[in-house]
């Protein structure tokens, strides 16, 4: 792999790509969701599985927006998927920034057809009844089955591009990255599910009790990754880089986490208070990660 695809230097990422992370991480994991939601069959899960697919794509429309800012010359993005030599397709298979924007691009072709599909289901859009027909039944799961496929890839795909380069903290993670950033990324959809899904009343009461028994199973696997994570650039010697400074976003990480496990208890809350919680240790967690290693 060329050394520039392997951040020779720091990349220098800032706001963009943090958001990118974290809304292409709620993303896949929200299509993933709505796909596990239609797997388990039955009616009453259908209205949480359209809301996933709908916050899905939604989540996803900004992605290539803040990739192509993020370039410094926008107007080049079209380069890292068409070969200006021969015309052709530019995919390159080693590279895990060519197969993250490919990836990117067919699984926005996925998301927008079940963003169809579930928009003329709840009368949003009448003109794509077709397109909801189509994917009722086998059809349907087939099309999301292989759609989540994609999707899980975004979630994970971005810690392992920080893994395979050289710089401090990312390269010192391994593995552990790319799993902790997919665990952190069906964490917050699933809190986006919750936080969607609190407010209608088509919802069934199963439906969100799992959602929120899942959610306290994907803390769980995080929290596991991230103490893997400390470890691992503990015994490289960069854990001073991940803490020091970045202490206060470790408390909104530590707090993200335990939300789940506070809901139950904390009665007074307002319902919103716990998703959103969740979501702030998503976003904090990448931050420490971006940054962290750039300092």
Same mark, same amino acid.
């Given at each position: $792999?060329?050394p520039?695809?392997?951040?020779?230097a720091?990349?220098?990422?800032?706001?963009?790509?943090?958001a990118?992370? /974290?809304?292409?991480?709620?993303?896949?994991?929200?299509?993933a969701?709505g796909?596990?939601?239609? =797997?388990? !069959?039955?009616p009453?899960?259908?209205?949480?599985?359209?809301i996933? =697919?709908?916050?899905s794509?939604i989540?996803?429309?900004?992605?290539?927006?803040?990739?192509?800012?993020? @370039?410094?010359?926008?107007?080049?993005f079209?380069? $890292?998927?068409v070969d200006?030599?021969?015309?052709?397709?530019?995919?390159k298979?080693?590279s895990?920034?060519?197969?993250?924007s490919?990836?990117?691009?067919?699984?926005?072709?996925?998301?927008?057809?079940s /963003?169809? %599909?579930?928009?003329?289901e709840? %009368?949003?859009?009448?003109?794509?009844?077709?397109i909801?027909?189509?994917?009722?039944?086998?059809?349907g799961?087939?099309?999301?089955?292989? !759609?989540?496929?994609f999707?899980?890839?975004?979630?994970?795909?971005?810690g392992? @591009?920080?893994?395979?380069?050289n710089?401090?903290?990312?390269?010192d993670?391994?593995?552990?990255?790319g %799993? $902790?950033?997919?665990?952190?990324a069906?964490?917050?959809?699933?809190?986006?599910?919750? @936080?969607?899904?609190?407010?209608?009343?088509?919802?069934?009461?199963?439906?969100?009790?799992?959602?929120?028994?899942?959610?306290?199973y994907?803390?769980? @696997?995080?929290?596991?990754?991230?103490?893997?994570?400390?470890?691992s650039?503990?015994?490289?010697?960069?854990?001073?880089?991940?803490?020091?400074?970045?202490?206060?976003?470790?408390?909104?990480?530590?707090l993200?986490?335990?939300?789940?496990?506070?809901?139950s208890?904390?009665?007074r809350?307002?319902?919103?208070?716990?998703?959103?919680?969740?979501?702030?240790?998503?976003?904090?967690?990448?931050a420490?990660v971006?940054?962290?290693a750039?300092t």
């Amino acid at each position: $792999m060329p050394p520039a695809e392997h951040f020779a230097a720091p990349p220098e990422w800032q706001w963009w790509i943090l958001a990118y992370f /974290f809304f292409g991480g709620l993303s896949g994991g929200s299509y993933a969701l709505g796909t596990l939601l239609r =797997f388990a !069959g039955g009616p009453r899960h259908e209205s949480a599985a359209r809301i996933a =697919f709908i916050a899905s794509f939604i989540a996803l429309i900004p992605c290539p927006i803040f990739l192509t800012l993020d @370039l410094g010359q926008p107007l080049r993005f079209w380069h $890292m998927l068409v070969d200006i030599g021969t015309g052709g397709i530019a995919l390159k298979p080693e590279s895990p920034i060519s197969l993250g924007s490919w990836a990117l691009l067919v699984f926005g072709l996925f998301s927008f057809v079940s /963003f169809l %599909g579930a928009i003329a289901e709840v %009368g949003w859009f009448r003109a794509t009844s077709a397109i909801a027909r189509v994917l009722r039944g086998g059809a349907g799961l087939i099309w999301s089955a292989i !759609g989540t496929v994609f999707g899980l890839f975004i979630c994970g795909y971005t810690g392992v @591009l920080l893994a395979v380069s050289n710089q401090p903290v990312w390269s010192d993670a391994g593995w552990v990255l790319g %799993g $902790m950033f997919l665990a952190s990324a069906l964490a917050g959809s699933t809190a986006l599910l919750l @936080l969607f899904a609190g407010s209608r009343r088509d919802v069934d009461a199963d439906t969100t009790h799992r959602l929120e028994r899942a959610d306290r199973y994907f803390v769980i @696997l995080e929290a596991v990754l991230i103490v893997l994570f400390l470890l691992s650039v503990a015994i490289a010697g960069t854990l001073n880089k991940v803490l020091g400074v970045w202490i206060v976003l470790w408390i909104v990480v530590i707090l993200g986490l335990a939300a789940p496990f506070l809901t139950s208890r904390a009665r007074r809350w307002p319902p919103v208070a716990a998703p959103l919680l969740a979501l702030l240790g998503v976003l904090a967690l990448r931050a420490l990660v971006i940054f962290s290693a750039q300092t």
